[in-house]
């Protein structure tokens, strides 16, 4: 499976070309929110998610069968988030997604009133 191909659809909202990357039964949990979706509701809480947004993917690795990417996406209004995501694959096509959405910001001010870590970039 070509994931650079599936995330260019994905943050393109392109439906026609996210479905075939998925098998027919397959199945993807947002485990954050605590919510499952078909492949077709999976396609419209993607595509008709309010506004515009792209991202890009900054790390990929193959562990078996399964596809672990992170990818930061952001919103034109300027608000961003990181997604990870564990693709599992059968007979080529996804059949099951797992993803962790989390929104971007600053460290909590506890952190910041403890001084301890720092900025990654």
């Not at 995330?7 to 027919?24: K, N, S, T, Y």
């Not at 998610?49 to 993917?57: I, T």
């Not at 608000?79 to 059968?90: E, K, T």
């Amino acid at each position: 499976m070509d994931i650079q191909a599936f995330w260019a659809a994905v943050l393109g909202q392109d439906a026609d070309r996210i479905r075939p990357f998925f098998h027919p039964e397959a199945t993807v949990n947002w485990h954050c929110t605590n919510e499952q979706f078909t492949v077709e509701e999976y396609i419209r809480a993607n595509c008709e998610y309010p506004g515009q947004w792209d991202g890009r993917m900054e790390r990929v690795e193959q562990l078996g069968d399964v596809t672990v990417t992170a990818v930061k996406v952001f919103e034109a209004g300027g608000q961003s988030f990181h997604v990870v995501s564990f693709l599992r694959l059968a007979e080529g096509k996804i059949a099951q997604l797992d993803e962790y959405w989390g929104d971007d910001g600053p460290a909590p001010q506890w952190r910041r009133d403890k001084k301890i870590g720092k900025n990654i970039r």
